[in-house]
C-alpha cells in the first residue's frame, strides 16, 4: 500500500483497474471524463488488464457492458448528468436481466438549462430503475467502494452505481492509500458469477413475458437487493481485515445528549463531519448507501439516542415535494414511536453547503421548531 | 458590413469562452456574414446547438437561439421547422456532437430531406471534454480515450449525408472563410437538408496531443491540403490522396419534407 495524491475520479479509474476488470466501456461527458482517460492511460500503457472500448454515446456505453457482463466479463463504465438521463432504458434493463455492472456516476445538474454544478438529481431519478447506489464523500471512499461494488454487484446479481459529486470530489485532490495490485486482486478475486450467454449453450434471454412472470422476478431483485446491507457489512469485516478500514451502510457520529443530527450523502457528508466540533450538541449520519435504503440501520441510531430532529441536506429537488433524501427519511421512520422532526435543507442545483449556513440551521432561533423545509439560498 | 455583423452578435456575452487558436469563432464569423449576405430577416432566423465548444456559438448569436441537448440539436430543430416552416434555421454541431451521439437524427433528418441547415464544426475531437476521439477522427490520431491513436475508420461525413438523402453538401475550412461564408449562403438557399462540414482547428485538445504545432500551423495545413471540387475532377486518386476536396460536393433536386407535408393537408408553404 502506498498513499498517492489523487482526484476522485482518478481513484475511481485506480479502483477498477485493481480488480482486474475485463471491459472498460467510455464515452466522455463533464464532469466524469477523468475516469476514463485515466483508464484509457492504464490501456495505452498496457496495464489495464482488459478491454478498453469508446463507443458512439452514453447509452451504446451501457448496452455494452450489458452484453459483456451477459457474457460473464467484470465491466465498467462511467458517467454524469444528461449521460446518466440518456442511459435510463439500459439502466432498467440490466438491472431486470439481473448482469452485475459497476458504474461511477459524478453528480451533475440536469437541464434545462446547462449547468455544471453537483445537483444530485441524476442518479436520484434513477432510484427506481433496481441499481443499488452508493454515495461516496471523498476520493478514498470512492476508491475503496469501487473495489467493493464488485464483490456486491457480482453476489447479488444486481448492478451497482457508485456516486459521488462532481469538481468537489471527481476535480479534488487528496492523499489516498491505493492497495497495491496484488493484494486488490486476491481481495476480490476472479469475476465469480455465471455467464448468462454461453458459447455451445444457446438461450433466449429476457423475450416476451407476462405480468405473473414478472412479478416473481421483480419480486427475486427485490429481495436480492435487500441482501446488500449485510453483504456490505461482510465485504467491508473483511475488507477492514486486509486494507485496516471500513465503511458502514451509514456512519454516524452522535456526542452524548445530542437531540438533533444532521444527515447528508456525498461531499457535504464531508463538511458536515468537519464542521461537527463546532455546532454544539449536534450528531452526523452519513448515509452511504441509498438503495437499497438503510431504513433499519437509521432508525437504530436514531432510536437508541432518542434523536428529535434530523437535519437533511438535500443536494436536489424532487419538484413539487422537496429534497429526496428528506422524503426517504420521513417515510422511514413514520413507524417509530417517536419518530424525529426531520428538516429539509435543499441546495438544489448543486450549491455549496458552507460552515456558516451549518451553524444558522442549528443555531438561529427562525429555524428550530417546525420549519420542514430550508431553500439553501435563504441561508446565505 | 461591420455594425450589421455587430447586431447579430450578443456583444454582451463577449468575450467568448474559445481557447486561443481555436477555430470555432473563424466558423462562426462566417456564418453571421452568410447570414447576412442571405438578406434573411433577423428575427425568422433560428440558431439550434447541441453540446460542445463549437455549440457555445448559439449564446453568442443574436437570433433566435436554443441550446440543445447533446446530439439532439437536429430532432429539436425538426420540431420548430414543422411548426413554424417559414422560419431559417442553422444547426450547428461539432462532429462527435453530430455523428456520434447524434448520428441517428443526422441521418433520419436527411433521409427527410428537412430544409435545416447543418453546419458541422470538425476538429476531429470532443474538444469541450479534453480531447477525446469522435467517429471524425482519423484513424492512427491521438485523443485522451485512444493515446496509441484510434483504430477505428472514420465517417465520411458527408458521404454519409447524401446515402441517407441529403440534397446539398458542402466542405469548407477556417482557413478560408470567405469561400466557407460562400458555402454557407448556398446551402441557406437551397431548399431541403444541407450540411456544410467546415474543417476547424481545435489546437488545445487535438492539435497539441497529435504534434500538429500552434493554430497557425493548423490553418496553413488545412489550407494546404485543401483542393477545390473544379480541381480536383481532374486529378486521379494517387494526387488526391491526404488532400481534402472542398466546394459544394453535391446539390441534388428532390421534395422537401416540411412543404410536402403540408400540402399534404392541403396548405402551401412555397
Ligand atoms: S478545446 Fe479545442 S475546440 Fe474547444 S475551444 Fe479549445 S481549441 Fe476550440
Known sequence: ?380 | MEQLTQDFLRTKKLPHIWCPGCGNGIVTAALVRAIERTGFDQKDVVIVSGIGCSSRAAGYLNFNTLHTTHGRALAFATGLKMARPELKLFVIMGDGDCSAIGGNHFIHSARRNIDLNAIVVNNHIYGMTGGQHSPLTPTGKKATTAPGGTLEPAFDLLKLARGAGATFGAKGNAAQPRQLEQLIIRAANHKGFSVVEALSPCPIAYGRRNKLGGAVDMLREMKEKSISVERAANMDEAELEDRTINGVLFSDDAPEYAEAYYRSIGKDIG
Not at chain 1, 158 to 164: D, E, I, K, R, Y
Not at chain 1, 264 to 278: D, F, I, M, Q
Request: proline share 5%; with cysteine; hydrophobic share 40%.
Open chain 1, 1 to 380: 500500500m502506498a498513499f498517492e495524491i489523487m482526484s476522485g475520479s482518478q481513484a475511481a479509474a485506480v479502483a477498477v483497474q485493481r480488480t482486474g476488470i475485463d471491459l472498460v466501456v467510455a464515452y466522455p461527458i463533464t464532469p466524469q471524463t477523468a475516469i476514463v482517460e485515466t483508464l484509457a492511460n492504464f490501456d495505452a500503457r498496457g496495464e489495464l488488464g482488459g478491454e478498453f472500448v469508446s463507443v458512439e454515446s452514453e447509452y451504446a456505453a451501457l448496452a455494452c457492458c450489458y452484453g459483456a457482463a451477459a457474457a460473464g466479463a467484470r465491466v465498467f463504465t462511467a458517467t454524469a448528468s444528461h449521460g446518466l438521463a440518456y442511459m435510463h432504458e439500459v439502466i432498467h434493463w440490466c438491472s431486470g436481466a439481473r448482469v452485475p455492472v459497476v458504474m461511477a456516476n459524478v453528480n451533475r445538474t440536469i437541464g434545462a438549462p446547462w449547468c455544471l454544478d453537483p445537483d444530485q438529481g441524476d442518479s436520484l431519478s434513477q432510484r427506481d430503475t433496481g441499481w443499488m447506489q452508493i454515495y461516496c464523500s471523498g476520493a478514498q471512499e470512492v476508491l475503496d467502494t469501487v473495489m467493493q461494488a464488485y464483490l456486491l454487484s457480482e453476489e447479488l446479481l444486481l448492478p451497482c452505481m457508485v456516486v459521488f459529486d462532481g469538481f468537489y470530489i471527481s476535480h479534488t485532490y487528496e492523499a489516498v492509500d491505493v492497495p497495491d495490485e496484488d493484494s486488490a486482486r486476491a481481495f476480490i478475486g476472479p469475476p465469480s458469477f455465471e455467464a448468462q450467454v454461453k458459447p455451445g449453450s444457446p438461450a433466449n434471454l429476457h423475450g416476451l413475458t407476462t405480468g405473473d412472470n414478472q412479478v416473481k422476478l421483480i419480486r427475486n431483485r427485490h429481495e436480492a437487493m435487500l441482501r446488500a446491507p449485510d453483504l456490505f457489512k461482510t465485504i467491508n469485516s473483511k475488507f477492514a481485515e486486509t486494507f485496516g478500514r471500513s465503511y458502514g451502510v451509514i456512519d454516524s457520529v452522535i456526542p452524548p445528549g445530542a437531540k438533533t443530527v444532521i444527515l447528508a450523502a456525498g461531499a457535504t457528508a464531508e463538511t458536515v463531519r468537519w464542521s461537527l466540533p463546532k455546532l454544539d450538541n449536534t450528531g452526523f449520519i452519513q448515509l452511504r448507501m441509498f438503495r437499497p435504503f438503510p431504513r433499519e440501520e437509521i432508525c437504530s441510531v436514531l432510536e437508541t439516542h432518542g434523536v428529535e430532529k434530523v437535519v437533511v441536506i438535500d443536494r436536489n429537488c424532487s419538484t413539487g415535494m422537496g429534497g429526496i433524501f428528506a422524503q426517504e427519511l420521513r417515510s422511514a421512520v413514520y413507524d417509530l414511536n417517536n419518530p424525529p422532526a426531520v428538516q429539509d435543507i435543499i441546495l438544489a442545483g448543486g450549491i455549496d453547503l458552507t460552515f456558516e449556513m451549518l451553524e444558522s440551521i442549528i443555531k438561529e432561533d427562525k429555524y428550530q421548531g417546525q420549519v420542514e423545509q430550508i431553500w439553501g439560498v435563504d441561508l446565505k
